[in-house]
């Protein structure tokens, strides 16, 4: 629902994601790269001469690939369309029983990064909710229990989360591991997108281009609701920032946003409440009065909305989004 922009930080964060990447595993795990050498031998040298070259490829850029960014990945699409006829991912080569592009994904071993790698990465990075919905939480949880069978205490965790692809496994099956096409989500949200495309990226350079999307309440809506007292009179709508209409109505078709908000009024009965309380001079005088416990505003319009305000921590918290724009639009924070 917001773009996340790739500054050093997070840069740094992502490339010892991808320089670690199953380097922890045990002796006898099969490596991305002993697998798509086994499954190039495979394939005959003349009959399958052109799967033989895509997969050549992914061998010899291997890191590059996984670690590509949104702009190096547009290159590699172009790169490898050039040598895909369109044909050759959904034939059923080397393996009768599973398509190419199938037979590629199992070998780099998406299902290892979805079951135990990836979770690192997002407990760093602090991505806690859906990035299409902002409505549902994407959690890695450890936690403990008991074994009744050895009579120990067990650690374990689990990831609460899906992860997309913004560029599908069965089309580009060589980004299934790349960092920069992995987007966490919830389940109803990835199986609302299946294979559809949505003309949404997660990633950005650009600070500019972060905001896509924003709620706004409505002036008059507000005054109704001091008349009536009922918060179904609240009118709340979901727009694009540059306001293309097309892009917003496909988003809205896919994954059902204004649906999903209207069903919150409560929450922005309660900010407008608070908007009505908490003035700026009274926040000022919180920070004169307890200067320890609140050194500036930040702390303080935290408390008061319930939720972050800093628009770079949507992810931190679903509804955090919602809450944080019809705040300001209420003068808030």
């Known amino acids: 629902m917001r773009k996340i922009v790739i500054d050093s930080l997070f840069e740094k964060k992502a490339k010892v994601f991808c320089d670690n990447l199953f380097k922890k595993k045990s002796a006898n795990f099969s490596k991305p790269i002993d697998g798509l050498k086994k499954l190039y031998n495979d394939?005959?040298?003349?009959?399958?001469?052109?799967?033989?070259?895509?997969?050549?490829?992914?061998?010899?850029e291997y890191d590059e690939i996984i670690s590509a960014d949104p702009t190096k990945i547009e290159e590699l699409k172009i790169e490898f369309n050039s040598l895909d006829n369109g044909i050759i991912l959904n034939q059923f080569v080397p393996y009768k029983k599973i398509r190419f592009h199938e037979a590629i994904v199992n070998v780099m071993r998406y299902d290892a990064l979805r079951n135990t790698e990836f979770n690192?990465?997002?407990?760093?990075?602090?991505?806690?909710?859906?990035?299409?919905?902002?409505?549902?939480?994407?959690?890695?949880?450890?936690?403990?229990?008991?074994n009744k069978k050895t009579q120990k205490k067990v650690k374990d965790s689990k990831a609460r989360l899906e992860l997309d692809h913004f560029y599908p496994k069965s089309l580009y099956p060589y980004l299934c591991t790349s960092f920069y096409n992995l987007y966490p989500v919830c389940g109803n949200c990835n199986r609302a997108k299946s294979k559809s495309e949505i003309n949404f990226k997660l990633y950005t350079r650009n600070a500019n281009e972060s905001d896509v999307f924003k709620?706004?309440?409505?002036?008059?809506?507000?005054?109704d609701y001091w008349l009536s007292l009922k918060n179904e009179d609240l009118k709340v709508f979901f727009q694009t920032v540059d306001g293309d209409f097309g892009f917003l109505n496909e988003y809205n078709k896919i994954f059902g946003i204004q649906g999903i908000y209207d069903t919150q009024k409560d929450i922005?009965?309660?900010?407008?409440?608070?908007?009505?309380?908490?003035?700026?001079?009274?926040?000022?005088?919180?920070i004169d009065n307890f200067k320890e416990l609140f050194?500036?505003?930040?702390?303080?319009?935290?408390?008061?909305?319930?939720?972050?305000?800093?628009?770079?921590?949507?992810?931190?918290?679903?509804m955090t989004k919602y809450m944080q724009d019809i705040a300001k639009d209420l003068g808030l924070i």
């Open 43 to 60: 394939l005959r040298p003349i009959k399958h001469k052109v799967h033989r070259k895509y997969l050549k490829k992914i061998i010899d």
């Open 120 to 146: 690192s990465f997002l407990n760093v990075a602090g991505i806690r909710s859906c990035i299409y919905c902002n409505a549902q939480s994407t959690l890695v949880i450890d936690y403990n229990y008991y």
């Open 215 to 223: 709620f706004w309440i409505d002036d008059e809506s507000v005054l």
């Open 268 to 286: 922005a009965e309660e900010l407008v409440h608070k908007a009505k309380v908490y003035s700026n001079a009274y926040k000022d005088n919180l």
């Open 295 to 318: 050194p500036d505003k930040s702390l303080i319009n935290r408390l008061i909305v319930g939720t972050y305000v800093n628009s770079e921590e949507i992810h931190k918290r679903p």
